[in-house]
Nanobody, 116 residues
Framework: QVQLVESGGGLVQPGGSLRLSCAAS???????MTWYRQPPGKQRELVAR???????NYLDSVKGRFTISRDGAKNTVYLQMNTLKPEDTAVYYC???????????WGQGTQVTVSS
């Protein structure tokens, strides 16, 4: 059974930083790994993605503040989040998919709350 386990969420003040981790039970090197988030009362949105070739793309509102990376040896994907804003408050989910449009595998989510 494939497992993706997110960690690193929590409560942080505006302007602060958090690093989310997604530990996978699969070899992430052949997957496109994506961080999504779902703010309260809103739809899930793509935050950051890294392909098997290392190409990355980001939601416009997080460009320059968030960085996605991966460690193949640990089968772990990270999301470094800096200069956090209240509008970054959401449940953050990790996804692994091999092909575009594939549902893939999902983690259980980790809550990030940005508030003073």
């Amino acid at each position: 059974q494939v497992q993706l386990v997110e960690s690193g969420g929590g409560l942080v003040q505006p302007g602060g930083s958090l690093r989310l981790s997604c530990a996978a039970s699969i070899s992430i090197s052949i997957y496109t790994m994506t961080w999504y988030r779902q703010p309260p009362g809103k739809q899930r949105e793509l935050v950051a993605r890294i392909t098997s070739r290392g190409a990355t793309n980001y939601l416009d509102s997080v460009k320059g503040r968030f960085t996605i990376s991966r460690d193949g040896a640990k089968n772990t994907v990270y999301l470094q989040m800096n200069t956090l804003k209240p509008e970054d408050t959401a449940v953050y989910y990790c996804n692994a998919a091999q092909y575009p449009g594939q549902y893939g595998y999902w983690g259980q989510g980790t809550q990030v709350t940005v508030s003073s």
